[in-house]
Every structure is written in structure tokens, then in C-alpha cells.
């Protein structure tokens, strides 16, 4: 599983990148950000605790001591970095947005050298580098002007705290023995309950009412395939990547969907967005390059 890690990340950051393509549609169907995020959450937690319960159901037994990180990732990871996101939306335009959310690379390296004594190498740090200004591209946000408020600033600086915090508080839970699965769980649970208070919940009755099985299938759909699947691998591949690496992996996700805009919307994409997707692809080259050469002398060490 270990050699696999970085193929589960990057599956993870590809699977969130498709998240606009269902957003589109449930904003159409009336939702609005906190309500389409707390449906997801809901959901997410009602599929996994009976699929979880019926594969082994002592991966549902927590201590005490393992809810603190488990709560946190809830409510600050998932709620808290939503809230913050889509609220960046809200008073700036998206590519400013995304830049923001995409500074969490950044703070997961620094919290994790502070935390878990993680070391920040030149590789990770020109990996770093290329993969943020890959996305600065990909966005449009080098080649438009933008205007900045300091709300704004705050609140999507957050957001890029709040996507980081996911990687710090799954570290903890890791490092307490707990599985990836129970982790995924119980993050989805928490932030149901947290996200309870932020929803108008009328919201997604009436679309229930309005457009029926069709709209719960789809709802279905989209948490298995933009929460479910790419929480699983990102947790399961952070066993074996360090928390600095993996945020930079799944970097991939604005390239994937503004690959899947290029071939669903026929959104053309500028010379700077191809640059942007080169680059970022480079870096998880730069980050991925030469692991058999490391494998081979640890191997020649041993021996």
C-alpha cells in the first residue's frame, strides 16, 4: 500500500476537482453553499457508519481521548474551511478565491515542521513554489486585476487554514492508532452536527419535493464521488506521506477542473492555464521523481 500512496493522494485531489460539476447543478436545483455542503456531510456520514459497521465494527470503537482531533477535523476542517470558502466567493471573484484556499499547501508545511518536527526540504519547497503559481495560472489570477478587501483577505486566508487542518488534525488521529475509515466517519459526523447550525434546511426539502428520487440520487452521487472516495484515499495515503508532500499532490484538483470546464463547458482555456497545468504537473513530478533510487539505498543499508 505505501508505493501506492501518492497514486491515492493525487486520485483524491482529481475526484475533488470534479466538485464544480456537481455544485453547478445543485445550485440550479436552489441549493446554496452551507446547504450543499452540510447535505454532504449528512449523507456522507450515513453511508459510512453502516458500510463501516458492516465490514468490521470495531472500527467504529473510539476512546475519549481519540474525539479532540476527530471533533476539530469536523468542525474546523470541514464546516469551518467551507464557511470561510464560500464566503470568500461571496465578496471576491474565484480566482482570488481559489488562490487563497490554495495558500493551505503552505500552512500545512509550516504547522507540520512545528507539530510533527517534519523537515522542509528544497524539493518540497520549489515543489511548493511551482505548484502555487501553477495554480496562481491556472485561476487567471496573474493575468487579470483584482481587487482585494481586508474581509476578504481574512476570510479566504482561512479557508487555506481551514483545507490545511484537515492533513494536522489526521496526522493526530493517525498517530493515535486510529484507522483511516474511522477517521473519515467520524469527521463526517461532527461536521453534520456542526454544520446543522449554519443550514436552512428548507432548502433541501424543497428540492427533495421538487425534484424527488432524481435529486436524492444525484445528492447520492456526488458525496460518494467528491467526499467519500477522495477523504478515504487522502487519509489512507497520509499514512505514508508526510503532510507537506500530500497537500502539494493534491494540488491536481484545479487542474482537473479546469480540464473538466475546457471538456464539459467548453471553457477555452488561456496559454497562462496551460502554463499553470504544466507547472503543477511538474511539481508532482519533482516531488514523486527518484523514490526507487531512495527505496534502493535504504535497501543497500540494511544489508
Known sequence: MKKYAPVLI?????????????VRHLNDMGLHAMEIVELRSILAAVILFPLTYVRNKELLKVR?????????????????FNYCYFSTISVMNLSMAAILLYTAPIFVMMLSLVIFHEPISLRKVLALVMAFVGCCLVCGIL?????????GLLLGLGSGIGYALYSIFSRFSLNHGLNSITITDYTFLFAAIGGAFLTD?????????????????FAIVYTVVTTVLPY??????????ENGT??????IEPVVATVLGFLMFS??????????IVLVLLALALLNCNRPNRQKKKLLRSR
Do not use: D, R
Not at 493575468?143 to 474581509?151: E, H, P, Y
Not at 471553457?267 to 499553470?276: A, M, Q, Y
Open 232 to 241: 478515504l484515499f487522502y487519509t489512507t495515503g497520509l499514512q505514508y506521506v
Open 246 to 251: 500530500a497537500s502539494v499532490i493534491a494540488s
Open 267 to 276: 471553457e477555452t482555456p488561456t496559454l497562462s492555464t496551460v502554463l499553470g
Open 201 to 217: 434546511f428548507s432548502a433541501i426539502v424543497s428540492a427533495v419535493q421538487q425534484y424527488g428520487i432524481p435529486f436524492i440520487l
Open 10 to 22: 493525487l486520485l483524491a485531489g482529481c475526484l475533488w476537482g470534479t466538485m464544480g460539476l456537481f
Open 143 to 151: 493575468t487579470s486585476s483584482v481587487s482585494i478587501t481586508l474581509s
Open 64 to 80: 475519549a481521548k481519540h474525539l479532540w482531533p476527530l471533533v476539530c477535523a469536523g468542525l474546523f476542517s470541514i464546516v469551518f
